[in-house]
């Protein structure tokens, strides 16, 4: 995870950082652990193939995308700690995620409240708040959701539009839009697609014409 002194560009998808254009940003390359290589790929969405190489020297993901906690040592010298991967981005709004606490952590607080609690149903209590996400939702409490579900599916087959998935896993932002689609917005892009949806549900392949040959 080596900082470039080179010239550098950012590989993050909807990033136009340069060391050229921002001098005051570092730049590293990616790691060589086999086992956290893989989880800075998949952290920035990407994935190594014809189009995307992770390349030694050349390849690098700029400062915006690591928290202030990825880094070690004072303000003239910071270096990223070992271990971590790029965590802010523009589909993010540049927001850490939080982290959930360590399995000892939660242990130490439940052992606590069972030592300081002589009431066993407030320990009950404490353990359920713990532990709530291997309880089971009242019945029926799902049935409105899984109603407004079906309703939100039968009106995107009604409109004939695109599934909604690719803008708002990958674009969120009209400069990201522009880098995935090569279009200036995502309203010129509905417009373009509605207007040739109706012609695209009649095409034909070539393999569908000689089936019935």
Not at 61 to 86: E, N, Q, T
């Amino acid at each position: 995870m080596a900082e470039s002194k080179s010239r550098s560009f950012c590989c993050v998808p909807g990033c136009s950082s340069s060391n050229q254009k921002q001098p005051y940003l570092s730049f590293h390359s990616f790691p060589v652990d086999p086992n956290l290589k893989p989880k800075w790929i998949q952290a920035i969405r990407r994935e190594e193939g014809h189009s995307f190489n992770v390349k030694t020297g050349s390849t690098y993901v700029c400062s915006r995308h690591f928290a202030p906690d990825d880094y070690s040592g004072g303000c003239v010298v910071r270096r990223l700690k070992s271990g971590v991967v790029p965590s802010l981005f523009p589909w993010n709004n540049f927001t850490a995620p939080l982290r959930r606490e360590s399995v000892y952590d939660r242990t130490f607080k439940r052992q606590s409240v069972q030592l300081c609690c002589e009431d066993s149903d407030m320990v009950a209590k404490a353990v359920r708040m713990d532990h709530d996400y291997v309880t089971h939702p009242p019945a029926g409490a799902l049935d409105e959701a899984l109603d407004y579900i079906h309703d939100l599916e039968a009106k995107l087959q009604n409109t004939g539009l695109p599934p909604p998935t690719l803008f708002s896993r990958y674009c969120s932002s009209d400069d990201q839009i522009r880098f995935y689609t090569k279009f200036p917005s995502e309203s010129v892009f509905t417009i373009f697609w509605e207007s040739i949806a109706p012609s695209a549900l009649r095409l034909v392949y070539w393999i569908q014409s000689t089936e019935g040959r």
